[in-house]
């Protein structure tokens, strides 16, 4: 895609009708505001935020290499309401201006109806993946929103159902103690949901804590090539837990993001489960 829509804007002369820029870990491409370009990522990987109220933001989408985004200027449309920043290292990405794709318009009609066909075409596909995604949301919410149970039953009902609705192999609570410090045990397991477990754990927290997806094999007997997800359940007091959801396949970047977007509800029925005990 990055190629084809590359020749689209490489003029007869031999100049190309781009900026290249080369963004830094979490520097920002654009922030919301008015914004009169169009971005096609050449390598790396550029993080979108939903941004509100200044400061609190939530991730929403990744365009990695060969995608593009600020498709609105082939509609005229200059205000972008996202946060895009890089995600790896580094990102190097190709803007195209406004008056770049208006010269394109007029000068070579047909290479423009060629590109916007094709950024209609992605952008539908990005709809009936975000149309999939609200539906999984959705879909776990109500099985977390039980209110006539009590929260820790709630808790597991829900994980059950969230097991299921992602096709894992398990997923496994892991707790702190509210009171000692460094004291962490597994309080549930999705592959024993009748079995009330309460089992210390020991030196494997420290990777826990430390990487991004830690070793499955350190986790209650979980296969060495399974696909790991780390979820952290946090309060204003800090980490009280963590969920480690398990996969014999990778969890595609439309699934991270459903379990980001049911963070705060996570956290908030594994705090009252903790507190109702």
């Not at 075409?121 to 709809?127: D, F, I, P, S």
Request: charged fraction near 25%.
């Amino acid at each position: 895609m990055s190629t084809d829509m590359l020749d689209i804007f490489r003029w007869k002369d031999g100049d190309n009708a781009w900026e290249i820029r080369t963004l830094s870990a979490d520097e920002t491409l654009f922030s919301p505001g008015h914004d009169s370009y169009f971005y096609i990522v050449e390598s790396g990987s550029v993080g979108i935020y939903a941004v509100w109220a200044g400061t609190f933001r939530r991730r929403v989408w990744a365009v990695s290499t060969a995608g593009f985004l600020g498709e609105g200027v082939f509609f005229w449309k200059l205000e972008k309401h996202l946060l895009a920043q890089a995600d790896a290292d580094w990102a190097v990405v190709r803007a195209i201006s406004e008056d770049t794709i208006r010269t394109l318009k007029r000068e070579r009609p047909e290479q423009f109806s060629e590109a916007l066909k094709h950024i209609l075409c992605v952008t539908n596909a990005r709809l009936d993946t975000a149309a999939r995604e609200l539906g999984l949301v959705g879909d776990i919410l109500q099985a977390f929103s039980e209110t006539e149970i009590e929260a820790r039953e709630r808790l597991t009902k829900g994980l059950l159902y969230t097991h299921r609705a992602l096709d894992c192999h398990a997923i496994i609570l892991v707790e702190a103690h509210p009171i000692i410090p460094d004291l962490w045990s597994y309080m549930l397991d999705t592959r024993f949901p009748q079995t009330r477990i309460a089992e210390k754990a020991g030196t494997e927290i420290e990777s826990l804590k430390s990487a991004k997806a830690p070793n499955p094999s350190m986790f209650r007997n979980i296969s060495h090539d399974m696909h790991t997800y780390k979820k952290p359940l946090t309060s204003i007091r800090g980490t009280g837990g963590y969920l480690l959801l398990f996969r014999k396949t990778a969890f595609d970047a439309m699934e991270e993001r459903v379990i980001e977007h049911l963070s705060p509800l996570l956290s908030s029925v594994f705090f009252a489960a903790r507190s109702a005990r």
